[in-house]
């Protein structure tokens, strides 16, 4: 089965968008195009350099959470230390080590930018909080200057994970405009260069399935398959003590509340539901049971998923009672 895959953002969690990306291969199913948001654009840019999903499960153990976290002894230094480099920094650590991961996986599999992979293998969701907008990248990377196809990949995926106040923000520098003629004579160039904060797509769409939906006019392309990570009591009400956990509230609804809304005007049947077992977004202290233990419940909720489905039809079925996730 040939499908277009869309993968959620979820911080650590997103081991857990490996082990149903192993379900869905041991069920035939092939990826021709792949979106993703924070996490999941981790993921969907590893799928479309090559990688399957052993190797990325190998790739993810070889390298902990916690060694993605990089800042100078100094800003480390507490208790001023993380302070000052919010202050300064806009973030607690830098993600140029998370950039350098993906680099260097994307660099063995011969890709470095955007122009090495086939056009439109790969979409990456950001948010520009400068300008207000969602951002698909590479084609939305054209409004900064840069032409999508130089976009280097692993800057990409470094826009699209940017957890505010968890790692730097991205700032792009927006280019002054050609010259231009008025009345016969040139205008100059602005002097003046714009800049804008890039950070994690999930502030605007942390599931963004709706990519390959079918614009007006046009005929029903690949179905379309979600992965998408829950089970994280949303419901319950969360306790806001001080500005950091009013921020940690605010940014989980932001994650969730708009995608969710699309997911139920439209059909749930092609979402895969990956339980996760409660664990946090930014435990980056991750051990290697609960890395484990997520990557076996994405495979059990693929291996679910897939198994339900019509491949004489090539539509995805649900079967009436699906697995109680709530319980997880």
């Known amino acids: 089965?040939?499908?277009?895959?869309?993968?959620?953002?979820?911080?650590?969690?997103?081991?857990?968008?490996?082990?149903?990306?192993?379900?869905?291969?041991?069920?035939?199913?092939?990826?021709?195009?792949?979106?993703?948001?924070?996490?999941?654009?981790?993921?969907?840019?590893?799928?479309?350099?090559?990688?399957?999903?052993?190797?990325?499960?190998?790739a993810i153990e070889l390298t902990p959470f916690s060694s993605l976290l990089r800042r100078s002894r100094l800003f480390g230094l507490k208790p001023f230390g993380p302070a000052i480099r919010l202050l300064m920094k806009k973030g607690l650590y830098s993600g140029d080590a998370l950039r350098e991961w993906i680099s260097g996986l994307l660099a063995a599999r011969g890709v470095r930018t955007f122009a090495d992979l086939p056009p439109g293998k790969l979409q990456i969701i950001a948010s520009d909080i400068t300008n207000g907008r969602l951002l698909v990248l590479p084609k939305d990377i054209a409004a900064y200057g840069i032409v999508p196809e130089f976009l280097p990949v692993a800057d990409a995926v470094r826009m699209s994970t940017s957890i505010p106040y968890f790692f730097d923000p991205v700032r792009l520098y927006e280019r002054p405009p050609l010259p231009q003629r008025t009345n016969g004579k040139e205008r100059p160039r602005r002097k003046q260069i714009k800049s804008a904060y890039i950070v994690d797509g999930g502030l605007l769409s942390n599931f963004p399935l709706w990519l390959f939906d079918p614009k007006e006019g046009e005929s029903q392309g690949l179905p379309a398959i979600g992965f998408q990570?829950?089970?994280?009591?949303?419901?319950?009400?969360?306790?806001?003590?001080g500005p950091i956990s009013m921020f940690e509230a605010m940014f989980s609804t932001m994650l969730g509340a708009h995608d969710e809304r699309y997911i139920e005007q439209h059909n749930r049947l092609r979402t895969v539901k990956i339980p996760t077992l409660g664990i946090a977004t930014t435990d980056f202290r991750l051990s290697a049971e609960d890395s484990e233990r997520l990557y076996r419940s994405g495979l059990e909720a693929g291996n679910y998923h897939f198994s339900h489905c019509n491949r004489t039809t090539g539509l995805l079925e649900e079967a009436k009672n699906g697995p109680d996730v709530r319980r997880h």
Not at 24 to 46: D, K, M, N
Not at 229 to 241: D, F, H, N
Request: hydrophobic share 45%; net charge positive.
């Open 1 to 58: 089965m040939i499908v277009n895959g869309v993968f959620e953002g979820g911080g650590v969690k997103g081991i857990s968008l490996v082990g149903a990306v192993q379900a869905a291969e041991r069920h035939g199913v092939v990826f021709e195009r792949v979106a993703g948001t924070s996490s999941g654009s981790i993921v969907a840019t590893l799928l479309a350099a090559g990688y399957r999903a052993e190797d990325m499960k190998r």
């Open 229 to 241: 990570m829950v089970g994280r009591l949303e419901a319950q009400p969360r306790r806001i003590s």
